[in-house]
């Protein structure tokens, strides 16, 4: 499960960790309008369950994650969730 925490000019993504035991880390994708294509925001994969989103003020965010094993091999994405910074 994906959840996330909206404060001033951040977004605090948390999640449940993958049981895989050659878990690699995860990348956390974001989309927003006009064209709500989501795009990788971490370009190297966290390895921590959690992520922080420094964006604008007031602007509405899709957000997924994948996991990723050190094969190279991607999970499907997470559910998406929307957030807004305060």
């Known amino acids: 499960g ?6 001033d000019a951040q977004i605090n993504l948390i999640w449940e960790p993958s049981p895989g035991a050659d878990l690699a ?9 006009p064209t709500w294509e989501f795009q990788k925001i971490t370009t190297q994969p966290v390895t ?5 989103d420094k964006v604008a003020s007031g602007v ?3 957000y997924v994650v994948e996991a990723v094993d ?10 998406q969730i929307e957030q ?3």
């Open 2 to 7: 994906l959840n996330g925490v909206a404060t």
């Open 48 to 52: 921590d369950a959690s992520y922080f």
């Open 25 to 33: 880390g995860y990348f956390v994708l974001r989309a927003q309008a």
């Open 60 to 62: 509405k965010f899709l």
């Open 70 to 79: 050190k094969a190279g091999n991607v999970s499907e994405n997470s559910e």
């Open 84 to 86: 807004t910074a305060r």
